[in-house]
């Protein structure tokens, strides 16, 4: 567990301090910020720039706790069992909350679609596929040719098991007739060093930590998940480009406080969420992680109907995945 505070300086987003009116209530202390993977990894990236942001609004300092493992369920579990006094909040990625409740023994009290108050989604994402530049795969296509040469031998790394990047390459090996090989990991930093030191093959990874080490030379990047291409690498295709139609996985980023949080704190994250996914500085921030703004704002009413949704359809989707609850 790594706590960090961000103290940030008085000037950095003045013009965007005042919150909503309605949210009467502020912090008089630090908050804390659980984000459910390692330092370095894509939701910690973004979610420090959120907490970078919020400190400046809420005029308190905002400790991030990382909280790495099973997939993410660990941290996300902290969070349904925090104290609900509005000083305590989870950052978290749509696997969190919607597939990992299915996917690990999660008791339906502590299930966090269910018990968690959604404050807000703050950005969109898809995942990108990045191989050793020892690996001899450029694109789909020779991947799935050496995966059916070799079956099993071929191995991809991800964040933990039960979350979207790993669905997204059980996904595609069903869809293409292959068997691969994964390996989970605490976090998606360490899974990309494992692909960049050849300890496996390729790396399903969000964008944030995989940007500079493609841009280095240190991963290929062939293949993005998402309908259409990633705005941060418009020049490689889909993997429904490359031969699987109607193949797409993707997320979203969003804030939620445990059960119970007073309705005046609530308040104020939501308007604190609303503010900040708007703002032209953060879409910044985003575009350069390699993450997608909202077009459109995301009602705290829409969100809840979102996740129910999402919940149900994962439900039914991964026992055909072949996803092991654990």
């Known amino acids: 567990?790594?706590?960090?505070?961000?103290?940030?300086?008085?000037?950095?987003?003045?013009?965007?301090?005042?919150?909503?009116q309605g949210a009467a209530w502020r912090p008089n202390r630090p908050?804390?910020?659980?984000?459910?993977?390692?330092?370095?990894?894509?939701?910690?990236?973004?979610?420090?720039?959120?907490?970078?942001?919020?400190?400046?609004?809420?005029?308190?300092?905002?400790?991030?706790?990382?909280?790495?493992g099973a997939g993410g369920s660990i941290g996300t579990l902290q969070a349904v069992r925090a104290r609900a006094d509005g000083f305590t909040f989870l950052y978290a990625v749509s696997s969190n909350i919607v597939i990992n409740p299915h996917v690990y023994r999660t008791p339906e009290r502590e299930d966090p679609a269910r018990v968690l108050i959604p404050a807000g989604i703050l950005a969109n994402y898809q995942y990108i596929l990045v191989a050793n530049p020892r690996f001899p795969v450029t694109n789909l296509a020779e991947l799935i040719a050496i995966a059916k040469q070799r079956p099993g031998e071929v191995?991809?790394?991800?964040?933990?098991?039960?979350?979207?990047?790993?669905?997204?390459?059980?996904?595609?090996?069903?869809?293409?007739?292959?068997?691969?090989?994964?390996?989970?990991?605490?976090?998606?930093g360490p899974a990309l060093m494992d692909a960049v030191n050849g300890t496996v093959n390729f790396n399903i990874s969000s964008p944030p930590p995989a940007i500079p080490l493609v841009r280095e030379g240190q991963l290929r990047a062939f293949a993005v998940t998402g309908a259409t291409r990633s705005p941060a690498f418009p020049d490689v295709p889909t993997v429904a480009e490359q031969g699987l139609p109607g193949y797409a996985v993707t997320g979203w980023h969003g804030a939620f406080y445990p059960p119970g949080t007073p309705e005046g704190p609530v308040a104020m994250l939501r308007a604190a969420v609303g503010e900040i996914a708007a703002m032209p500085a953060f879409h910044e921030k985003l575009g350069r992680d390699g993450l997608e703004p909202l077009t459109t704002a995301v009602s705290p009413t829409a969100f809840v109907t979102q996740v129910r949704e999402e919940h149900a359809f994962w439900a039914r989707t991964i026992p055909e995945l072949g996803i092991r609850v654990e």
């Open 155 to 188: 191995t991809f790394s991800h964040s933990g098991n039960g979350g979207n990047n790993h669905l997204a390459g059980k996904l595609l090996a069903r869809m293409a007739g292959i068997e691969m090989g994964d390996v989970a990991y605490r976090g998606t």
């Open 1 to 20: 567990m790594k706590r960090r505070s961000l103290l940030l300086t008085p000037t950095l987003f003045a013009p965007t301090l005042a919150l909503a």
């Open 31 to 68: 908050m804390t910020m659980i984000v459910p993977y390692a330092a370095g990894g894509g939701t910690d990236i973004v979610g420090r720039e959120f907490a970078q942001i919020l400190s400046q609004k809420v005029g308190q300092p905002v400790v991030v706790e990382n909280r790495g």
